[in-house]
């Protein structure tokens, strides 16, 4: 399996094929399943091979992204394809986001590994599709809602688990809120997301604008939680984002208490382990395994292209023979 860069040329297509290091192994001459970017990229079946023209590149809004998403999803078709052992195959920084292609001696630019710019231009919607093709499990959460609801939230997840009030639970309940959150927070509380399970209680008020001013003081990205929240005015002046069940009047101490830092938890239906990144938008949020994020930001942006792909087609259709079936929509 290698890749071509095809040049326009008037006699011919030229280019020049080159396999990455790490991607041993053969696909079929059929045609792999698995899609790739740019759309104008294509594989050829008798040379068992990608490429993807030039010309596509030079006239491509952003060219070094295009280049990079060809070699990034053709590698990851291949490896669908052919199953390959992925996990012996990439460097261990490749979990953390680190592109499997670096900048060297080709001149290729390096993608970014920010996972801030992994997520950069893509909705709840689309990487929850892509968390269902990536994991087969739950990783969605319904019905949050925010005082600032024009703000996405992004970063890996801090936890703190809630259990019903005991009064005779005296270690845990004089530790108090203030002391849970620096257990979770680390030393590096700087772009974290503090992640509150309800305890039970979704309805019960988890905390408002001055207990939650430390995610202010300490740089966090923000708050979700299934419980609700007090204050959101306050909440909304802060620089922080805020998804949550609703607004609370009620304190909702005498309910539900923090019992443990940094453990799993179940937040809306979805189990989140610390480390674990979470975004969120108006329309829900999704949480996404840290080692699958770079994975699942890709398969997001497939599903984007594939997405408008459709939506051209859609406004080809002839509706007549739609009607009688001689024409199929293409979108899934």
Request: glycine letters at 12%; aromatic letters at 8%; charged letters at 25%.
């Amino acid at each position: 399996m290698g890749w071509r860069i095809a040049e326009d040329h008037p006699d011919g297509p030229r280019g020049v094929d080159c396999a990455p290091s790490c991607a041993p192994g053969r696909v079929s001459a059929d045609r792999p399943r698995h899609p790739w970017l740019p759309p104008t990229a294509a594989y050829g079946a008798r040379t068992g091979g990608f490429r993807l023209r030039s010309g596509a590149v030079r006239t491509a809004g952003e060219p070094n992204r295009a280049l990079m998403d060809f070699f990034q999803s053709t590698y990851e078709a291949a490896a669908v394809r052919a199953r390959w052992d992925r996990r012996s195959l990439e460097p261990p920084c490749a979990t953390d986001g680190t592109p499997l292609i670096r900048e060297g001696d080709t001149g290729m630019i390096e993608q970014n590994s920010d996972p801030m710019a992994l997520v950069e231009g893509l909705a709840c919607a689309s990487l929850v599709d892509a968390m269902g093709r990536v994991h087969g499990h739950r990783a969605h959460i319904l019905s949050l809602v925010s005082p600032t609801p024009g703000r996405s939230l992004f970063g890996p997840a801090v936890t703190i688990a809630y259990v019903p009030y005991r009064s005779d639970f005296t270690e845990t309940n004089e530790l108090g809120f203030g002391g849970w959150f620096y257990r979770a927070v680390g030393d590096d509380p700087q772009g974290k997301v503090l992640v509150l399970s309800s305890g039970g209680y979704p309805d019960a008020s988890h905390g408002g604008g001055t207990k939650l001013s430390r995610v202010q003081n300490h740089g966090l990205a923000g708050v979700l939680t299934d419980g609700r929240l007090r204050d959101f005015g306050e909440l909304a002046a802060y620089d922080f984002t805020v998804r949550c069940a609703g607004e609370a009047t009620h304190w909702g101490g005498d309910t539900i208490a923090p019992w443990a830092a940094n453990v799993p938890i179940e937040v809306g239906g979805v189990c989140i382990v610390p480390g674990d990144y979470v975004y969120a938008d108006s329309s829900g949020a999704v949480v996404i395994p840290a080692g699958s994020l770079a994975e699942v930001t890709a398969e997001a942006r497939r599903i984007d292209a594939d997405d408008e792909t459709s939506r051209s087609s859609i406004r080809s259709e002839n509706p007549e023979r739609m009607r009688t079936g001689d024409q199929r929509g293409t979108e899934q």
